[in-house]
Nanobody
Framework: QVQLVESGGGLVQAGGSLRLSCAAS????????MGWYRQAPGKQRELVAA???????NYADSVKGRFTISRDNAKNTVFLQMNSLKPEDTAVYYC???????????WGQGTQVTVSS
């Protein structure tokens, strides 16, 4: 079993920045991809950014150029640097990781990000 603990959410004004962190712990055999989804009220959960163990990244079009995903493999931690935040970025952000040979997906508990206009 893998546990993911997120931190770094909060309230920020439009144009501001936040940095989310997510640390994995537990029975970690190997972690493959890690990343972030978000879910705004009344909307479906959407992929924000993902990063492989080798460092390849993928971003939603809506955040390209503003968000940066990175990871520390030694600490099993993934980060999301969010700059130039917009009110439409307001959502609960969930981190995930795909672990083990079966690439089982584990989820964090979610952290609220609120961007005021």
């Amino acid at each position: 079993q893998v546990q993911l603990v997120e931190s770094g959410g909060g309230l920020v004004q439009a144009g501001g920045s936040l940095r989310l962190s997510c640390a994995a712990s537990g029975s970690i055999f190997s972690i493959n991809a890690m990343g972030w989804y978000r879910q705004a009220p009344g909307k479906q959960r959407e992929l924000v950014a993902a990063i492989t163990s080798g460092g390849s990244t993928n971003y939603a079009d809506s955040v390209k150029g503003r968000f940066t995903i990175s990871r520390d493999n030694a600490k099993n931690t993934v980060f999301l640097q969010m700059n130039s935040l917009k009110p439409e970025d307001t959502a609960v952000y969930y981190c995930y990781c795909d672990a083990g040979g079966l690439r089982i997906r584990y989820w964090g508990q979610g952290t609220q990000v609120t961007v005021s206009s």
